[in-house]
Structures are given as structure tokens and as C-alpha cells.
């Protein structure tokens, strides 16, 4: 009687010690990003322009929104599909290599992404309209099969994703100038209210605005997990140099038309806005590609000496990155909320980004001090043991 062979282990999340430099130092910086281009729209009282920015704002106010409308409005969330998509190639990479088919694999990366679209529906319904994770988990069940396509199918999906992207963002912007100018879910004060308002919010813009934003980049990362670009980022040195340098000159030159529009530098008619906001986020795409590279380049230094204080903290915060990410919202909401701090109504956007900048950095000493016993954070824990169920956790 033949007895068959036992089923592969499932292999539980890669132990923090093994874990590569780059991608946990692009997320940890990438995090200070999202703060500051978030911590404006839980503002409110003031019309807005296509950004979220006031246009009534002071001279501080339009310096700062003129200077994240270049180097980080639709740049970092580009940065964070780039990653997301190099990240779940790995994860493949993991599994296939203990022994799972690819059948089983994709489950599990399914399994995954839908656990992550439920953490962002979770996040938008309790603190943030503008959730992200729920467009990552949502491209990842729709797209997981691009992990194991030819890399000709990848690229040229990549192209069609800028089509549809340019299409998305056109509408999007119509919208913007053709609709009056209302408050957000920021601005309303009963909590309950808020609460149905935001799911209603998220529900609309992740399947279309957020969706289209991230597919690109997306597979873009899976191409570039292929090649381990940020695992090995010292062997891909003048890549690397050419994507930073490219990226981040696409992204600037291509947002300046925008930045003169929100900061009322310059008005255009309706048309010629709407076609620099498209053309601001079509390139913020190079951008968050760009900034991807570049951390890829500051990663392949420390390969021969060890990592200081700075680099090891920021990475912490890159390992603990769903965890620092909802712990922005709850600090944003805590400060800013009608019905929590109130600051919403009281500050503008350079005192919003300054209030993010000392979130970012108390999340960062938070994962420094907590991520070197060990010790996931608990959003990332709650996630893995989702992902893997029983079998699974003992292996992490």
C-alpha cells in the first residue's frame, strides 16, 4: 500500500533578522509621506483645490502645499504599490520555495489581499475616508496572477494601467472642477455620521480613483522583484541611479503645472487644470518609482558595515509598517476630529504637516524601541496569523 507523501508546510512570514534592508527602509521613509500628504485632509472649512490643499491658506500654508504638491502628493502612494507588488512576489517566492504549488501559493496571496481589503474597509469605516490598503488588497485578489505571468504580459499590463489610469484621473478631476466645492468626512461632527459617511467615501474612490492610482506601479514592482532589484541593490547600482534620477526629474517637472494651480499662481481654464492634475499624477508615478530606486542606492551601502541608529530605526518603522500606518489615522483623528481634538477647523495646512512629521516620528521610535526584541507589530501579527491560520504561525 502506497502512503502518500506529506503535505509541504506552510511557511509563516520571514523572520525579521532575514529580512532585506531596502524595501522595510523604502516603507519606514515612504510612511513619512503618507503622514504629511494625509494629515491635511482631516482638515475642513475651507474650499479646496485638486489636491485637498486650502486655497484661501496663507503664505506658509501655500509654500508647504506648493512643495508637497511636487515631492509628495501622488508620489508616495505610487512608492507603496511599487513595494506592495515586489512584496507579494516574495511572499510567492517563500511559498514556492518550501515546497507549495502554485495553486496553493495563490490562495494563499489571495487569501491575503482579501484580509487586507478587510483591514482597510475596517480603517476607512472608523478613522479614514482616504484609506489605502483596501485599492492594495483589492488589486492583489484581481492581479495576483501577474506574479507568475511572463514578463512581457506584466509590462505591457503596466501599459494598459496608465491608460486606464489617465481615463480614472481625467474623470476624477471633472469632477473636481464641475462639483461645488463641500467639506470631506472630516468635517462632520456626529461620529456615527462620520463613520457611514467615510465606508461610502472609501466604497466609491478604492474600486476606481485609488485602484487605478496603484495598478502600474504595481506590477512595475513585480517586474523589479524579479530581478531582486532592492534584495541585491548594490548589483543593480547604475539601474537603480538611472530610475532615481529619471523618476524624480519626471515627477518634479511634472507637477509644477499643478502646484501653480493649487497655490492660485496660475489659473487655467477648466480643461487645461484638469489635464495638469492627470499630468501630475500620471508622473507621480515615476516619482514614487524614483524615490523606490533611490532608497534601493542609500540600502546598497550598508551591506559592508552595519546599519546606524537612523537606518536601523527607520527600518523598524518599514517592518512595522500596516501597524505605523493606522497608528497615524488614530493620532490624525485624535487631534484633528470634530469630535475628538477639533483641530481640523483651528489649523491650516503647514501646522497639519508639522503635526505629521511628529506622528511619523513618534511611530518610528515606537517600532525602534519594539522591533529589535522581536516583536511584530500588532496589525502586522493580526494579519499574518489571517493569512496562515494555525499552521502557519509557528514557522515566523
Keep these: 500500500m502506497s502512503i502518500a507523501p506529506p503535505a509541504p508546510t ?117 478613522l479614514f475616508f482616504g484609506d489605502i490598503l483596501g485599492a492594495y488588497g483589492l488589486i492583489g485578489l484581481v492581479l495576483v496572477g501577474f506574479v507568475r505571468r511572463a514578463d512581457r504580459a506584466v509590462l505591457w499590463a503596466a501599459v494598459a494601467g496608465l491608460v486606464l489610469h489617465v481615463v480614472v484621473l481625467a474623470g476624477f478631476g471633472l469632477l473636481t472642477v464641475s462639483a461645488p466645492k463641500g467639506d470631506t468626512p472630516a468635517a462632520i461632527a456626529d461620529p456615527l455620521e462620520a463613520m457611514v459617511m467615510r465606508l461610502i467615501g472609501w466604497s466609491g474612490m478604492t474600486p476606481t480613483y485609488f485602484a487605478a492610482s496603484v495598478v502600474p506601479a504595481f506590477l512595475l514592482g513585480i517586474w523589479a522583484a524579479r530581478r531582486r532589484l532592492l534584495d541585491d541593490p548594490g548589483a543593480h547600482r547604475a539601474l537603480l541611479s538611472r530610475v532615481t534620477v529619471a523618476g524624480v526629474s519626471v515627477a518634479v517637472v511634472g507637477g509644477v503645472p499643478l502646484m501653480l494651480v493649487d497655490t492660485r499662481l496660475w489659473a487655467p481654464s477648466a480643461a487645461v487644470s484638469v489635464t495638469m492634475y492627470v499630468l501630475h ?23 559592508h558595515r552595519a546599519p546606524g541608529v537612523v537606518t536601523r530605526a527607520l527600518a523598524a518603522c518599514g517592518q512595522w509598517s500596516l501597524t505605523c500606518y493606522l497608528l497615524q489615522s488614530v493620532i490624525f483623528v485624535a487631534v ?46 493580526l494579519l499574518r496569523r489571517l493569512t496562515y491560520g494555525a499552521r502557519g504561525r509557528h514557522h515566523s
Design 10 to 126: 506552510v511557511p509563516g512570514a520571514l523572520p525579521l533578522a532575514r529580512r532585506s534592508l531596502a524595501p522595510d527602509l523604502a516603507r519606514g521613509l515612504m510612511l513619512l509621506l503618507i503622514a504629511v500628504a494625509h494629515a491635511h485632509m482631516y482638515l475642513s472649512g475651507h474650499a479646496a483645490g485638486f489636491r485637498g490643499y486650502a486655497l484661501d491658506g496663507g503664505p506658509i500654508d501655500r509654500l508647504v502645499a506648493g512643495v508637497q504638491i511636487l515631492l509628495v502628493d501622488g508620489r508616495a502612494l505610487p512608492m507603496f504599490a511599487a513595494l506592495f507588488g515586489y512584496g507579494l512576489v516574495q511572499l510567492a517566492d517563500r511559498q514556492l520555495a518550501a515546497g507549495m504549488d502554485w495553486p496553493g501559493t495563490r490562495k494563499v496571496l489571495r487569501r491575503r489581499s482579501l484580509w487586507l481589503l478587510a483591514f482597510g474597509a475596517c480603517h476607512a469605516l472608523l
Design 281 to 303: 499624477s500620471l508622473t507621480g508615478i515615476a516619482g514614487g518609482l524614483g524615490y523606490a530606486a533611490a532608497i534601493g542606492l542609500v540600502a546598497s551601502r550598508q551591506r
Design 336 to 381: 484633528f476630529a470634530p469630535y475628538a481634538g477639533g483641530l481640523g477647523t483651528r489649523v491650516g495646512d503647514a501646522a497639519a504637516s508639522g503635526i505629521a512629521v511628529l506622528t511619523w516620528l513618534a511611530t518610528v521610535v515606537l517600532a525602534a524601541v519594539l522591533a529589535p526584541r522581536g516583536r511584530r507589530g500588532p496589525a502586522e501579527s
